[in-house]
């Protein structure tokens, strides 16, 4: 069974920085797409960036693009996941979840439905 374990949440200041990190072990699609989704209280979850598993290549959400940057390593059997965010703003303030697809194709505009491995979360606050 896939397992993906998020870290790295916290508390921060407007215009800091948080790195998340996203361990995925048993997960052995190599041409996929993993993602980062966010959810705020009272709002949809939502995708915010994800990458192709197999290309390398990334999507980020108009609302991140620019601050955030997702990369991806492979190491011993696991996949690891990042999301360098930069430039936080109050607005980021979420549960943020990794998430893993099992098949290929079009990676971009994530819809949770299609992501069949998930994280159980790491918060995320921005405030002054």
């Known amino acids: 069974q896939v397992q993906l374990v998020e870290s790295g949440g916290g508390s921060v200041q407007p215009g800091g920085s948080l790195r998340l990190s996203c361990a995925a072990s048993?997960?052995?699609?190599?041409?996929?797409?993993m993602a980062w989704f966010r959810q705020a209280p009272g709002k949809e979850r939502e995708g915010v960036a994800t990458i192709s598993t197999g290309g390398g290549g990334t999507y980020y959400a108009d609302s991140v693009k620019g601050r955030f940057t997702m990369s991806q390593d492979n190491a011993n059997n696991m996949v690891y996941l990042y999301l360098q965010m930069n430039s936080l703003k109050p607005e980021d303030t979420a549960m943020y979840y990794c998430a893993a697809r099992n098949w290929g194709g079009y990676c971009s505009f994530p819809r949770t439905r299609d992501f069949a491995y998930w994280g159980q979360g790491t918060q995320v606050t921005v405030s002054s």
């Open positions: 048993r997960y052995t699609y190599s041409d996929s797409c």
